[in-house]
């Protein structure tokens, strides 16, 4: 480990997808005494969070975050939120991961702002794409040059239809409405698929890749949002679109944003492959070339905007934010939310008025620092932004407790589609945020815990709504039985439910399967097929058991049903002679003619006897021999009639 007296070491280690780079920084940072690391998703934070807590234990790690902050007194190593890494606490080592998000025209100047300020005591270290080569080197002229190749190859795989994709492929649109639309096709297909979106919060992410991940699902439709921390055993990804909107336009993708997302294919040593829609057509062998080389056009500059921030007044703190770069690998980044926010309420006079002097700027400029996650209309969020200013800023200095209660309540809901359970998290996620300033709510712990109580149930509700409209588990369920090599696993429960691979499909009725409703007649075939093998055992032991059994366990119904243990197994039949009926079994596909047999042979033992039990007279009269003439005709009216005839 380098020394203390030593000049801080800084290393750029670049390169493509699958390269190791994050695992490589965790080690690093668990040699030092202290560390932190800034992701560029809360997602991958927590993902970070959980591996460093079992090796470290969890009274050293803290996990730093807008929406969350896991701090305990004796944390020495620090997984954050890029925006939120503290850099005012000094660590040994630090990393900043995903570095060339510097050029993302929304958040690139806070990850620019890192590069430039954020190091470590000892060692710095900047993970990324090597497009950030010429930048680090321009603005970070200490740096050390780490190159990482891919640890597996990335190939690719030609246009493919979204009907016929390999199994564990990953279908990426660019609008939720397309996304929505492959998933319902694919559902529809191939049994279904999980969902991935932006939109959606870090528990209901997770709970659509665990469905993706084993294996109940072959398929995953997502946006771009795979493209940065989600590492999942995807073989091939197929693009539906090669074009997106970013906020401001519709631009085809470059070819460095391409390959961030083909990148998810293959993890590990584990090959993968990348290619369009059959609908989109053939790629351009030159963007091919550069996908599966990894060779792209450098950054020749990055977002910057002035921290060095005047908070003398709202005026003066506007004409910093302008302030211009004196770096020509540095460009002026486009106002951010933040700053949009400063302008709209700098223009509200009451605001104006209040905003003054250093501190009042401060909270102001900490207010307008809100994350807008409902991506509503812009007035809508200043607005809010303005109440919650106007509240710090009366007598109390705090927000009013009913009023962040009754905000949180009418979030409290669990019903309504898809979109309305989205944008609930969104704005529960903003009270999280709200909710870590302490010095804004009275008991700042307990309304983190009710948000979060409710982000969780709302997620759940999520996850629900989605598997309930693109997955189709019984199809799913087929799928993954023409998958396995062995015979699927079906189990029959008490409740006579049947369920194969871990899926109710129906239930047993006596000896034969009834399938749940719904579903196509090709799958209910497949269902009827996996039952009759998966249950054999099954119907083998029922069939020892109504012959081993008593009596009793068997009644007939008013309609001539024949019952075993309440189901009906068979029917009487006309015969010849109303004392000898004869016994139809219940159709069923399960119950092999031996099998049947044997069912009829212990029927009509019950029969007889139950017959003979309660009609004896009847029997010994038509058996008489020594009856003739008219005396047996009558018997044998007797008998036909059921031992009553009418007295003429």
């Known amino acids: ?328 690998a540095l460009v002026r980044a486009r106002m951010a939310d933040d700053h949009l926010s400063l302008v709209h309420l700098a223009r509200e006079d009451d605001i104006a008025l209040t905003a003054r002097g250093r501190r009042r700027v401060m909270l102001l400029w900490d207010v307008c620092q809100i994350p807008d996650f409902r991506k509503t209309m812009p007035e809508a969020h200043t607005r809010l932004q303005a109440r919650i200013f106007r509240h710090l800023t009366s007598d109390t200095e705090r927000l009013p407790t009913d009023w962040v209660a009754d905000q949180l309540a009418r979030l409290e809901r669990t019903d309504g589609d898809i979109d309305t359970l989205m944008a609930r998290i969104a704005h529960v996620r903003t009270w999280t945020y709200v909710s870590h300033r302490p010095d804004w709510v009275d008991d700042a712990v307990h309304w983190q815990e009710r948000a979060r109580q409710i982000e969780d149930r709302l997620s759940d509700a999520l996850h629900d709504r989605l598997t309930q409209r693109f997955v189709d588990r019984r199809a799913a369920v087929v799928s993954r039985m023409r998958a396995a090599d062995g015979a699927p696993i079906a189990l029959v429960g008490r409740d006579n439910a049947v369920v194969v691979e871990g899926e109710a499909i129906g239930r047993l009725d006596g000896f034969r399967f009834v399938p749940d409703a719904g579903g196509s007649s090709e ?16 119907i083998i032991r029922r069939v020892q058991q109504l012959e081993s059994g008593p009596d009793e366990a068997v009644t007939l119904a008013p309609d001539g049903a024949i019952l075993w243990q309440g189901a009906a197994i068979a029917r009487l039949r006309p015969n010849g002679t109303l004392l000898s009926p004869r016994i139809e079994t219940v159709a069923s596909e399960l119950v092999a003619d031996p099998m049947r047999r044997r069912i009829e042979a212990r029927l009509a033992d019950w029969l007889g006897r139950c017959l003979r039990a309660d009609l004896e007279a009847l029997f010994r009269l038509g058996e008489a021999a020594t009856l003739a003439g008219a005396a047996r005709g009558l018997a044998f009216q007797l008998v036909e009639a059921l031992g009553s005839l009418p007295r003429r």
């Not at 799958?523 to 099954?538: F, I, P, Q, S, Y």
């Open 1 to 328: 480990m380098a020394s203390r007296d030593l000049r801080p070491r800084v290393s750029a280690v670049l390169g493509p997808t699958n390269t190791g780079k994050t695992h490589l920084a965790i080690e690093r940072m668990l040699g030092h005494p202290s560390g932190m690391m800034g992701f560029p998703l809360r997602l991958l934070a927590r993902e970070n969070y959980d591996k460093v807590v079992k090796l470290k234990g969890a009274r050293q790690v803290a996990l730093i975050t807008g929406e969350e902050r896991i701090a305990p007194p004796t944390a020495r190593y620090f997984l954050c939120t890029t925006e939120a890494m503290p850099l005012d606490r000094p660590v040994d080592f630090l990393a900043l991961d995903e570095v060339q998000m510097c050029a993302d025209p929304e958040r690139g100047h806070i990850f620019t702002d890192r590069l430039l300020r954020a190091r470590g005591l000892v060692e710095t270290m900047l993970l990324g794409a090597d497009t950030m080569r010429p930048v680090i080197r321009a603005l970070v002229p200490e740096a050390v040059f780490i190159a990482r190749p891919r640890l597996s190859r990335l190939g690719y795989g030609g246009p493919k239809k979204l009907t016929r994709l390999p199994k564990r492929s990953a279908v990426v649109a660019f609008s939720i409405n397309e996304v929505y639309a492959i998933a319902e096709l694919v559902r529809r297909q191939r049994g279904g698929a999980a969902v991935v979106l932006g939109a959606l919060s870090p528990r209901t992410r997770n709970a659509q890749v665990a469905l993706y991940q084993a294996g109940e699902v072959d398929y995953m439709v997502a946006t771009d949002a795979i493209g940065m921390g989600l590492n999942m055993s995807i073989d091939h990804v197929t693009f539906a679109s090669l074009a997106k909107f970013d906020g401001r336009r519709q631009r085809r993708l470059s070819a460095p944003e391409i390959a961030q997302i083909a990148g998810r294919a293959g993890r590990h040593l584990a090959d993968g492959t990348f290619g369009p829609s059959a609908e989109l057509g053939p790629m351009d062998p030159e963007l091919v070339e550069a996908v599966e080389s990894h060779r792209f056009d450098p950054l020749a500059a990055v977002f910057w905007r002035n921290h060095d921030l005047d908070f003398s007044s709202a005026r003066g703190l506007l004409l910093a934010l302008e302030g211009a770069p004196r770096h020509a």
């Open 523 to 538: 799958m209910l075939r497949a269902l009827l097929a996996a039952a009759h093998r998966a249950l054999v055992g099954e």
